[in-house]
């Protein structure tokens, strides 16, 4: 194992309740590992805080002793973080409390809850949460990211829906930021990530919906490029009330995955309406036409929606890509379909358009950093490297899919990106704002996030 310079662990014992792992303690293996197996992280220790006052101190000693703090739930973005030399690694798992307000339909959570923690709960009072396809996912990771699920198109990105947030800032205070309390660290917070601080708690609107006309029609793998032509004509018919994906799946013949879909591959259109079953059946007939081999539309719940996506419910080593496109012409679907379609020989599991647009696209009132994703689609591909040679064939097929989105290219969705980016091309002009508010919250640059906002350029 390479070397790890170690942050000594006994002042930061004495300063919190939970446990402190240094890099040659047993349990340090297990406690760095991230979702993404190709991301070896290997921090100066890390604490698994136990409540706020903990993630104060350790943000207080990390300033003290110039340290960097990186906060962490599951791993699902760990690979932009770099090295974490000189870091402690927060894991903030233990801060999974959630309580839901059926009457003023609304949620707070610890900032190490996860989707799963609350939405099969809402969902039985038939409220939904702006979640995103994996129920593992870190609902503060995901929502200082933006946030785009099931519902985007019509009720936007999730970090649009929060009321108030409490962190411990760089500075090592605690303190909620609302749009009456410290409003630019609030608006900062909401798609600038974790630049300014240790989120401890989030507050956020729930929506009155009881059920969702939601499923997938999985059509033959060779059908593709008819499919995702047919799918792409279609979105264009579709109120904001739909929000799909068009896609080429290729299952492993793993024992997890069920057996209809186990070592088998498709195309496949998946989507959420939210209107009464029989209009979202008129608007699915031109799609059932092309004679789907499976079709699991129904009316279901909103806690359903977070399996429709499937995505691994464990780590696993992958490599990706992905681009916003300002469109997808026929030509774009083309291209995607000649680089790593039926008969390319292409590994990759997944190859997907998200449609975007609609609520997404457009500046809400009170918006906080991360405003709008440009664009109509949202494209992402991966492929599963369990071994160096499948790593280089999974890397050259992202590549030519890379090729083959490059025409339609308008920027990335940062929480889709898993390697360091440009933040000018996300935030544009206020990237400059994100500046001012890191050099008020967190001016030593205490905070290692995975995208990280500096003070300069
Ligand atoms: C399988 C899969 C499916 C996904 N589906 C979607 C999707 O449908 N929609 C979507 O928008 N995104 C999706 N994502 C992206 C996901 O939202 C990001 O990876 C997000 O960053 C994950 O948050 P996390 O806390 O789980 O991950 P982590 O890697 O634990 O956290 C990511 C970053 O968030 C910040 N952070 C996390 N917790 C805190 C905290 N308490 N305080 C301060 N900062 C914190 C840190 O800067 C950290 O580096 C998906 C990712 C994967 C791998």
């Given at each position: 194992m390479p070397e790890v310079t170690t942050i000594d662990p006994a002042p930061l014992r004495n300063a919190v309740r939970g446990e402190v792992i240094a890099p040659d303690d047993a349990g340090y293996d297990a406690a760095r590992q991230a979702f993404n197996l190709m991301v070896d992280q290997r921090p100066g220790a890390?604490?698994?805080?136990?409540?706020?006052?903990?993630?104060?101190?350790?943000?207080?000693?990390?300033?003290?002793?110039?340290?960097?703090?990186?906060?962490?739930r599951t791993g699902h973005n760990a690979g932009p973080l770099g090295s974490l030399e000189d870091t402690i690694l927060v894991k903030m798992d233990a801060l999974n409390e959630v309580s839901i307000d059926a009457e003023a339909r609304s949620a707070r959570v610890g900032g190490g809850a996860q989707w799963q923690d609350l939405v099969p709960q809402a969902s039985g009072m038939g409220?939904?949460?702006?979640?995103?396809?994996?129920?593992?996912?870190?609902?503060?990771?995901?929502?200082?990211?933006?946030?785009?699920?099931?519902?985007a198109r019509k009720l936007g990105l999730a970090a649009n829906s929060v009321t108030a947030i409490e962190v411990v800032t760089g500075t090592g205070q605690l303190v909620r930021a609302d749009v009456q309390n410290e409003?630019?660290?609030?608006?900062?917070?909401?798609?600038?990530?974790?630049?300014?601080?240790?989120?401890?708690?989030?507050?956020?609107?729930?929506?009155?919906?009881?059920?969702?006309?939601?499923?997938?029609?999985?059509?033959?793998?060779?059908?593709?490029?008819e499919v995702l032509h047919a799918w792409r004509r279609w979105v264009d018919e579709v109120p904001d009330e739909v929000t799909s994906v068009g896609r080429m799946l290729q299952f492993p013949p793993f024992e997890e995955i069920p057996e209809p879909m186990r070592g088998q591959s498709f195309s496949a259109v998946e989507a959420a309406c939210l209107m009464p079953e029989d209009d979202a059946a008129a608007l699915l007939a031109p799609?059932?036409?092309?004679?789907?081999?499976?079709?699991?539309?129904?009316?279901?719940?909103?806690?359903?929606?977070?399996?429709?996506?499937?995505?691994?419910?464990?780590?696993?080593?992958?490599?990706?890509?992905?681009?916003?496109?300002?469109?997808?012409?026929?030509?774009?679907?083309?291209?995607?379909?000649?680089?790593?379609g039926p008969g390319t020989g292409s590994p990759l599991l997944s190859v997907e358009l998200r449609?975007?647009?609609?609520?997404?696209?457009?500046?809400?009132?009170?918006?906080?950093?991360?405003?709008?994703?440009?664009?109509?689609?949202?494209?992402?591909?991966?492929?599963?490297?369990?071994?160096?040679?499948?790593?280089?064939?999974?890397?050259?097929?992202?590549?030519?899919?890379?090729?083959?989105?490059?025409?339609?290219?308008c920027g990335r969705y940062l929480n889709?990106?898993?390697?360091?980016?440009?933040?000018?091309?996300?935030?544009?002009?206020?990237?400059?704002?994100?500046?001012?508010?890191?050099?008020k919250y967190d001016p030593d640059g205490v905070m290692h996030a995975n995208h990280p906002v500096t003070t300069t350029p």
């Amino acid at each position: 194992m390479p070397e790890v310079t170690t942050i000594d662990p006994a002042p930061l014992r004495n300063a919190v309740r939970g446990e402190v792992i240094a890099p040659d303690d047993a349990g340090y293996d297990a406690a760095r590992q991230a979702f993404n197996l190709m991301v070896d992280q290997r921090p100066g220790a890390i604490v698994k805080v136990a409540d706020a006052d903990d993630a104060a101190a350790v943000v207080r000693f990390a300033r003290e002793q110039g340290k960097r703090v990186a906060p962490q739930r599951t791993g699902h973005n760990a690979g932009p973080l770099g090295s974490l030399e000189d870091t402690i690694l927060v894991k903030m798992d233990a801060l999974n409390e959630v309580s839901i307000d059926a009457e003023a339909r609304s949620a707070r959570v610890g900032g190490g809850a996860q989707w799963q923690d609350l939405v099969p709960q809402a969902s039985g009072m038939g409220l939904a949460a702006l979640h995103g396809s994996a129920p593992d996912i870190g609902i503060a990771g995901y929502t200082l990211g933006g946030g785009m699920g099931w519902y985007a198109r019509k009720l936007g990105l999730a970090a649009n829906s929060v009321t108030a947030i409490e962190v411990v800032t760089g500075t090592g205070q605690l303190v909620r930021a609302d749009v009456q309390n410290e409003p630019e660290l609030f608006w900062a917070l909401r798609g600038g990530g974790g630049n300014f601080g240790v989120v401890t708690a989030l507050e956020f609107e729930l929506y009155p919906i009881d059920s969702v006309y939601a499923g997938v029609l999985f059509f033959a793998y060779e059908k593709s490029s008819e499919v995702l032509h047919a799918w792409r004509r279609w979105v264009d018919e579709v109120p904001d009330e739909v929000t799909s994906v068009g896609r080429m799946l290729q299952f492993p013949p793993f024992e997890e995955i069920p057996e209809p879909m186990r070592g088998q591959s498709f195309s496949a259109v998946e989507a959420a309406c939210l209107m009464p079953e029989d209009d979202a059946a008129a608007l699915l007939a031109p799609l059932r036409e092309l004679g789907p081999a499976m079709d699991t539309f129904a009316t279901v719940p909103p806690e359903v929606l977070s399996h429709l996506h499937m995505d691994p419910p464990m780590p696993v080593p992958y490599l990706s890509a992905h681009e916003l496109l300002a469109d997808a012409p026929a030509e774009a679907i083309d291209a995607i379909v000649e680089a790593v379609g039926p008969g390319t020989g292409s590994p990759l599991l997944s190859v997907e358009l998200r449609h975007t647009g609609g609520a997404l696209e457009r500046v809400g009132d009170g918006h906080g950093a991360l405003a709008r994703v440009p664009g109509s689609f949202l494209a992402f591909g991966v492929g599963a490297t369990p071994e160096p040679p499948a790593a280089a064939a999974v890397e050259q097929s992202l590549v030519k899919l890379s090729e083959a989105l490059a025409p339609h290219a308008c920027g990335r969705y940062l929480n889709f990106v898993e390697e360091a980016y440009d933040l000018e091309v996300v935030f544009g002009d206020d990237l400059e704002r994100l500046r001012a508010a890191k050099g008020k919250y967190d001016p030593d640059g205490v905070m290692h996030a995975n995208h990280p906002v500096t003070t300069t350029p």
